[in-house]
């Protein structure tokens, strides 16, 4: 069975960002897809359609997510909403899954934050209570505190510079772990492809180094 897998992108970014950790997976042996989307300009709804259909196009393949920031949240929400989906499972890196501090922070501004944060301000502010959705998950944080985030100073504990490890600590996901990365640098790593790879093939990232 061919093994799929669809990389999300974060807030404020676009695909074009995913491109080494794509080329990584490609050389594992997946076939890699980019979701391309509008993070502050696209409705949640529309967002979340496009992708359901993109997956459901892959169909009966395996179909994996890779959900960076933003993007995990919203592969998720996308999971959760419909379970009937092909079968695969899903890396969450950098995700605010508990809700995010800094985004709250942009919405404090007042109108503009909000218009930053766009259609998901809700989904980034409060993220989930816990996962009892139908795959497993696996998170990958960083906590290299350089980022936007952290010179705004809403963030406590270890973080990425952007996303505190406690937010991403969600409950009932399958695997978590914690690397050497900022928030941006999650997509770069060495590490985190291969920990990636795998989670995708196992559903656990194995043994952590001492």
Request: contains cysteine; neutral net charge.
């Amino acid at each position: 069975m061919t093994e799929h897998v669809i990389l999300l992108h974060g807030l404020w970014m676009r695909g074009f960002a995913l491109g080494l950790l794509h080329r990584r997976l490609i050389a594992d042996g997946y076939r890699v897809h980019r979701f391309d989307y509008l993070s502050v300009a696209s409705s949640q709804q529309r967002i979340l359609a496009r992708l359901q259909a993109r997956m459901a196009e892959c169909a009966p393949d395996a179909v994996h997510l890779v959900g960076h920031s933003l993007g995990g949240l919203l592969a998720l929400r996308a999971c959760l909403d419909a379970p009937a989906l092909p079968p695969g499972r899903v890396v969450c890196l950098g995700s605010p899954l508990k809700g995010s501090a800094a985004a709250r922070a942009f919405a404090a501004w007042g109108r503009g934050g909000e218009v930053l944060l766009g259609h998901n301000r809700d989904l980034l502010e409060q993220g989930f209570e816990r996962w009892d959705g139908p795959r497993e998950v696996g998170v990958i944080a960083g906590r290299l505190p350089l980022g936007l985030g952290a010179m705004l100073g809403h963030l406590a504990g270890e973080h990425d510079g952007t996303v505190a490890v406690e937010e991403t600590r969600l409950p009932g996901v399958s695997d978590h772990r914690v690397v050497e990365a900022n928030h941006i640098g999650l997509l770069f790593s060495q590490e985190v492809a291969q920990l990636v790879d795998t989670f995708l093939r196992q559903g656990r990232f194995g043994a952590a180094a001492n």
